[in-house]
């Protein structure tokens, strides 16, 4: 018989039982801790899912009240623009253009606004005046023309001549088809183009208001256009004629702005094209020397004219109680009595220097000058 001091295989599976037990109790005494840092992982990704989601919502709200912003106007710094719409725009060319005038930020969301509400079919070709308190739907609005929409309309080219009044201007306008003669009569007696200081936008109802500004010159307008449209074109190539240095000659002159205007009219409705600032001359030395024989009075007959409507005066018209007979009222009439163009304006301001205080039309169409009431009487004599 063996002796078991001696079994080394018994003592082996002995030592080995009790390791494997030992490693059991350990193992047994560490699953609670594990199964808490388990549940302390599980409750971090909780918590940085539920970050996520409230970034990602604060992120979409942000994004949504900028275009809800955009979209219905709100919040916006005051502009105002002229936007120009022509048969070659499409609505993604439409939106570059509110964009760059500062009308709208999100020019994507404006074209996914367009296509919902169908806009390429309402917006026409055009010149319109909008700014920042219109939102995304006054905006297509804005732009519809009387032409119609689909961005298609024919244009047509309209030489204003010099001299024309305001009714003639937009007789004129009607009838080669750009708009309305009502519109264009409302928009010339109503409108308030406050982008311009020279219009008098405070006594509204009466066409007289827009007389010397109309700048004549050739245009080409849409057929259809809308009337303020129209008449703000004429305006603003006015107020682009009127560059520094004429406003510096202006406000040099003595006079204002309103009265160069006044004095440019009539001479270009008593121009023979070649005389000017020769008849600039007379109507200040009349203005400036009251005393003379003249009484300080302009005596024009296109002012009287323009009081009857007529083409002609009559003896009975001197007599006529109106602050445009300028046989009977001193110095200017109230208003321009046509639309100068920029010679007659630059003859206003720089009037020949001469002693002449009369003038009358020769058999050749030209006027002759004269210094005195009898030398100005001989020549008529002479002119049979």
């Known amino acids: 018989m063996q002796d078991d001091r001696y079994n080394t295989t018994g003592w082996d599976r002995e030592q080995v039982r009790q390791q494997s037990e030992q490693r059991r109790a350990a193992a047994s005494q560490s699953r609670p801790g594990g199964k808490k840092r388990r549940q302390r992982s599980r409750a971090v990704n909780i918590l940085l899912y ?44 439409v939106a570059n253009k509110l964009k760059d005038a500062g009308l709208i930020e999100y020019k994507w969301f404006f074209r996914l606004f367009c296509a919902i509400a169908n806009a390429d079919e309402k917006i026409g070709a055009g010149t319109y005046t ?43 306008l009607a009838e080669k088809g750009v708009s309305d003669l009502e519109d264009l009569e409302d928009a010339a007696k109503n409108h308030v183009y406050d982008e311009y200081d020279f219009v008098d936008n405070e006594n509204l109802g009466d066409i007289s208001r827009l007389e010397g500004y109309l700048f004549p010159n050739t245009y080409e307008f849409y057929i259809g256009e809308d009337a303020v449209s129209a008449l703000n074109r004429l305006l603003s190539e006015f107020n682009r004629q009127m ?36 008849i600039s001359s007379v109507i200040y030395n009349r203005m400036n020397n009251p005393s003379y024989e003249t009484g300080g009075l302009l005596q024009i007959d296109a002012s009287l004219i323009y009081a009857t409507g007529r083409s002609e005066i009559t003896q009975e018209d001197l007599t006529l109680d109106s602050p445009y007979n300028l046989y009977t009222h001193q110095g200017l009439p109230p208003t321009p009595i046509a ?13 020949a220097d001469t002693n002449y205080y009369y003038y009358v039309l020769g058999s050749d169409g030209k006027h002759i000058f004269s210094e005195t009431y009898a030398e100005h009487q001989q020549v008529i004599a002479s002119l049979g």
């Open 50 to 93: 539920i970050v996520f989601v409230v970034a990602a919502s604060a992120v979409v709200a942000g994004v949504g009240w900028l275009l809800a912003n955009d979209l219905c106007a709100l919040n916006k710094p005051y502009v105002e623009a002229q936007i120009e719409v022509t048969t070659e725009d499409t609505i993604g060319t």
């Open 339 to 351: 639309n100068p163009g920029i010679d007659s304006i630059s003859a206003a301001l720089l009037p």
């Open 243 to 278: 560059d520094t240095e004429m406003m510096e000659l202006v406000e040099n002159s003595g006079y204002s702005l309103d009265e160069i205007i006044t004095i440019a009219s009539l001479i270009e409705k008593e121009t023979d094209g070649t005389d000017r600032n020769l």
């Open 130 to 172: 909008l700014d920042t308190n219109m939102d995304y739907r006054a905006l297509i609005t804005g732009m519809v023309s009387s032409s119609g929409g689909n961005l298609q309309t024919n244009t047509v080219w309209v030489t204003i001549p010099e001299g024309y009044t305001v009714q003639q201007t937009i007789e004129l």
